[in-house]
């Protein structure tokens, strides 16, 4: 089962913009009692074409909080960028390597 709430709309108009978190990541998250923020990577533009991956996420807080929405997901204080697209729903899952838990992001789209 995945928990969310829907994000409004960065321009403040109608909710648009769906952030969910997996069982894990709320079980992992209330464990650790710290917050989660997503973390825009850089955009590749070209001659034909523009790309930007997948955001990564951190456990922590943001070093420039005012670059971020500050938004809380079933208990858990997550850190959105100002200039997350708001068309995509997106969920926050995660992964165990050999012990190494890594938080990743669900949903995104390339192009």
């Known amino acids: 089962m995945v928990y ?3 994000l409004f709309d960065f321009s403040h108009e109608e909710a648009k ?3 969910t978190l997996s069982e894990k990541v709320l079980a992992y998250m209330r464990e650790k009692g710290q917050p ?3 973390e825009m990577a850089p955009t590749i533009s070209e001659c ?4 930007t ?3 990564s996420v951190h456990v922590g807080m943001p070093k420039n909080q005012e670059d971020y929405h500050e938004r ?3 208990g858990i204080t997550v850190f959105v960028p100002h200039d997350m697209p708001s068309n995509i729903p ?3 899952n995660m992964q165990n390597y050999f012990g ?3 938080l990743y992001v669900m949903g995104w789209k390339l192009a």
């Not at 034909?48 to 790309?51: A, K, V």
Request: net charge neutral.
């Open 72 to 74: 809380e997901i079933e």
């Open 53 to 55: 991956e997948s955001p």
């Open 4 to 6: 969310g709430l829907r």
């Open 100 to 102: 190494y838990k890594k």
């Open 90 to 92: 997106l969920t926050i």
């Open 36 to 38: 989660i923020y997503l």
């Open 17 to 19: 913009f769906v952030l």
């Open 48 to 51: 034909c074409f523009t790309l």
